[in-house]
């Protein structure tokens, strides 16, 4: 016969819950300001489009191995994926992130897709994440 033991329960069932960790972000933006020989985008395999956001998977060369990527821009406003330049040989140029640039200057605080009747509350600063030929303007880069 099976009888459950009854277990020592001093808390009178009440043990607090293990703490779950989050997942691990990493601001890319402020990686590559760092850093800017971090890496450079070999490839973009995928590009995901979800409601203000967008993510992207990506061949990246870091120094000398090569790793697939998923690069995620939270609060995706505009984006152009292009093909890699042919003329380039040994992986184009280095990514780029930019806080200042001409393509942040026409960028509304206006939500997408909201006909200019949402804003952003609290205020968005944007920036520009360039891989190659192509770049995507978010509020971040995880």
Wanted: proline share 8%; glycine share 8%.
């Amino acid at each position: 016969m099976n009888q459950s033991v009854p277990n020592d329960d001093s808390a009178g069932g009440k043990r607090p819950q293990p703490a779950t960790t989050p997942p691990i972000r990493y601001d890319l933006g402020a990686m590559v300001k760092e850093n800017p020989w971090l890496c450079r985008v070999l490839k973009i395999v995928q590009v995901n489009p979800e409601y203000l956001g967008l993510k992207l998977d990506a061949l990246a060369a870091f120094d000398s191995s090569a790793l697939f990527v998923q690069i995620e821009c939270v609060n995706a406003v505009d984006y152009s994926i292009r093909p890699k330049d042919p003329a380039i040989l040994g992986g184009g140029r280095l990514m780029e992130f930019h806080e200042q640039h001409r393509l942040l200057e026409k960028i509304s605080q206006d939500v997408p897709n909201s006909d200019g009747l949402e804003t952003y509350d609290p205020p968005v600063k944007f920036g520009v994440l360039v891989m190659d030929q192509s770049y995507v303007i978010a509020g971040q880069f995880a």
